[in-house]
């Protein structure tokens, strides 16, 4: 079981930076991947950005040059500096943990809202 705990979600201006933090605890194996979810009012749960343990990263082309996903390993942490939000960003965040990139999710955090006023 790997347990999950986002922080760092609130309100920003267009233009403005938010940074989300996620830490992860419990049976976690030592090459795995995590990142993050997003999911707007109405709509799907949709891919953010992925890391490897490794380093190799992922993400969505919505926030590409935008977004950067980074993680701390010995802290089993893993980040989203999320700069020039957009009101299109508004979502609940979700971050993930899975044994590889591009592979479904095992377990889930509680969420972090995320919104962007314009």
């Known amino acids: 079981q790997v347990h999950l705990v986002e922080s760092g979600g609130g309100l920003a201006q267009a233009g403005g930076s938010l940074r989300l933090s996620c830490a992860a605890s419990?049976?976690?194996?030592?090459?795995?991947?995590m990142g993050w979810y997003r999911q707007a009012p109405g709509k799907q749960r949709e891919v953010v950005a992925g890391?490897?343990?490794?380093?190799?990263?992922n993400y969505a082309d919505s926030v590409k040059g935008r977004f950067t996903i980074s993680r701390d390993n010995a802290k089993n942490t893993v980040y989203l500096q999320m700069n020039n939000l957009k009101p299109e960003d508004t979502a609940v965040y979700y971050c993930?943990?899975?044994?590889?990139?591009?592979?479904?999710?095992?377990?889930w955090g509680q969420g972090t809202q995320v919104t962007v006023s314009s």
């Open positions: 993930n943990y899975a044994l590889a990139l591009n592979r479904p999710p095992l377990y």
């Open positions: 419990g049976s976690i194996f030592s090459i795995n991947a």
């Open positions: 890391i490897h343990s490794g380093g190799t990263t």
